[in-house]
């Protein structure tokens, strides 16, 4: 049997890990919503996902709000909170790399006001370090909420948690909604291009909206698992 060279052989194993672990995709697994302080995905959660939460706090006095969960996840703010001028305030927090399991988030640092919780579990995002940085972010008064223009890379989850404060809200052009009541909506989509606008409409009323992107394994931070093995490195997910 003739062998390969070295270098023929390295080739070959790096184009079978390119093709075991190339550039994943998000995905959308599950989520759910409550006016609550404390809420439960509806199926078990796999090792490994991101957790997203979206909250709506009204009559925003207190704080910072926080968030934890049953499982022992470390969570962190991807972004807010952003305040309305009716002081309903929303924020984006997340949990990179979770653990397998039941698991029921909780909220704490909204005073007893109404909160609105929004939480949702991604496959296909990074388990180290998945925020993209900074965020975007906005307020005003009209019948449209926006963030305005702010970075990302091509394939992030891209994920959004806005309220109107009056009369409902749909979501924005490009996204899929995942949860709203009455006033706030946390929707996502996966960007086409290095920027996103996360809008939600509704009734012209004071609004907040904020934003966050999360990067794919393989995304231009992480490099895809082959190109690591060619170089010196080990395969970053």
């Not at 920027?195 to 509704?202: D, K």
Request: glycine share 14%; with cysteine; proline share 5%.
């Amino acid at each position: 049997m003739t062998r390969l060279p070295a270098g023929a052989r390295r080739l070959l194993l790096a184009l079978a890990a390119l093709a075991a672990c190339a550039w994943a995709t998000p995905t959308f697994v599950q989520a759910n919503q409550g006016a609550a302080t404390s809420l439960a995905f509806t199926s078990a959660n796999s090792a490994g996902d991101l957790l997203v939460l979206g909250v709506e706090n009204n009559s925003f006095t207190v704080g910072p709000l926080s968030a934890s969960d049953s499982q022992g996840n470390t969570w962190h703010s991807a972004c807010g909170p952003a305040v309305s001028g009716d002081s309903q305030a929303v924020q984006l927090f997340y949990a990179a790399n979770a653990r397998a399991g039941s698991n029921t988030v909780s909220v704490s640092g909204t005073g007893g006001n109404y909160a609105n919780m929004v939480i949702a579990e991604y496959s296909g995002v990074a388990t180290s370090s998945p925020l993209e940085s900074p965020c975007g972010s906005g307020t005003g008064t009209s019948a449209t909420a926006s963030t305005g223009a702010f970075s990302v890379t091509t394939g992030d989850l891209t994920v959004a948690m806005g309220v109107m404060g009056a009369g409902g809200t749909t979501v924005g052009s490009g996204f899929t909604s995942r949860g709203t009541d009455t006033f706030s909506m946390m929707e996502d989509q996966v960007a086409t291009s290095g920027t996103a606008n996360a809008t939600v409409g509704g009734t012209s009323h004071p609004w907040a909206i904020v934003a966050a992107g999360f990067k794919p394994p393989g995304s231009a931070s992480h490099p895809p698992c082959a190109l690591a093995l060619i170089g010196a490195g080990g395969c970053e997910q």
